[in-house]
T-cell receptor, first 115, second 113 residues
Framework: NAGVMQNPRHLVRRRGQEARLRCSPMKGHSHVYWYRQLPEEGLKFMVYLQKENIIDESGMPKERFSAEFPKEGPSILRIQQVVRGDSAAYFC?????????????FGPGTRLTVT | DQQVKQNSPSLSVQEGRISILNCDYT??????FLWYKKYPAEGPTFLISISSIKDKNEDGRFTVFLNKSAKHLSLHIVPSQPGDSAVYFCAARYTGTASKLTFGTGTRLQVTL
């Protein structure tokens, strides 16, 4: 059973470009979470999605960031007009459902560098 | 506002001895706590968890203790092995947040020979 897949693993963008990060959850998992880790910091929650629905986006910056989890295909985190401060590791996690005992399993992350 | 705190950025322990990693939290609404382990260039790996209705949970070499009155939890690793060298993150959540996790800043554990 393959784990959570993220691609690309490394992404370099110039300021002003768009970044698209993809996440394929584990088989049978319909809940997806995105977290961001800035250098020397812990992971910070960004958004929680189920298929075709955004459940909680309380951690998403108000502008330039969006996320989706379509009926078919991976979840996408999209960052428009990237700035240097967006440089970070972005982790996706998935779970089969929420609640005690249903832990989140993380992918290897996408390291975004904005030049 | 750092609701989950890991005040020790690093810890060095000899192989075979006990490693104790500490975590404090401020939000009394948290009712479920987790520890994750992270190697460089990899995602966090779930280790062990504990519900707020318990004060101890054990899984092999890993034991987590929860002191609700002190809002403190700790992870004990006995015996420590070189492969345990990694960054350990404490995380917490509460029922009302649909399972989003709040993480501490991590403690880097180095197990020496």
């Amino acid at each position: 059973n393959a784990g959570v897949m993220q691609n690309p693993r490394h992404l370099v963008r110039r300021r002003g470009q768009e970044a698209r990060l993809r996440c394929s959850p584990m088989k049978g998992h319909s809940h997806v979470y995105w977290y961001r880790q800035l250098p020397e910091e812990g992971l910070k929650f960004m958004v929680y999605l189920q298929k075709e629905n955004i459940i909680d986006e309380s951690g998403m910056p108000k502008e330039r960031f969006s996320a989706e989890f379509p009926k078919e295909g991976p979840s996408i985190l999209r960052i428009q007009q990237v700035v240097r401060g967006d440089s970070a590791a972005y982790f996706c996690a998935s779970s089969p459902r929420t609640g005690v005992g249903y832990e989140q399993y993380f992918g290897p992350g996408t390291r975004l560098t904005v030049t | 506002d750092q609701q989950v705190k890991q005040n020790s950025p690093s810890l060095s322990v000899q192989e075979g001895r006990i490693s104790i990693l500490n975590c404090d939290y401020t939000n009394s609404m948290f009712d479920y706590f987790l520890w994750y382990k992270k190697y460089p260039a990899e995602g966090p790996t779930f280790l062990i968890s504990i519900s707020s209705i318990k004060d101890k949970n054990e899984d092999g070499r890993f034991t987590v203790f929860l002191n609700k009155s002190a809002k403190h939890l700790s992870l004990h690793i006995v015996p420590s092995q070189p492969g345990d060298s990694a960054v350990y993150f404490c995380a917490a959540r509460y029922t009302g947040t649909a399972s989003k996790l709040t993480f501490g800043t991590g403690t880097r554990l180095q197990v020496t020979l």
